[in-house]
């Protein structure tokens, strides 16, 4: 039996805000492999940025399309507690 595949990151902390005519979107998630996606809740992104909770961990990179983001990690286990910031509309 193969194991699930998971392709959805896991969000444990989420907060939302506005600042101007921005809205913004911080989270503390889980990725648990490359193509990972993140449905922020925003039309469409301007901007991203993923921190690793600790120096050791791998570095994260990122794709927008719309209001989601897809992580690609250069780790080959997931990233846990990764701080991530999304700014748009």
Do not use: C, Q
Not at 8 to 28: D, K, L, Q
Not at 39 to 62: C, F, H, M, Y
């Amino acid at each position: 039996m193969s194991e699930p595949l998971i392709t959805v990151v896991t969000v444990h902390r989420r907060r939302v805000w506005i600042s101007g005519s921005r809205r913004e979107v911080a989270a503390t998630i889980t990725i648990w492999a490359d193509g990972n996606t993140w449905n922020t809740g925003l039309r469409k992104i301007e901007s991203v940025s993923a921190i690793p909770d600790n120096s050791a961990a791998s570095e994260i990179g990122t794709t927008i399309s719309g209001g989601t983001v897809t992580f690609f990690t250069t780790g080959e286990h997931s990233e846990e507690n990764v701080l991530v910031r999304a700014v748009g509309n």
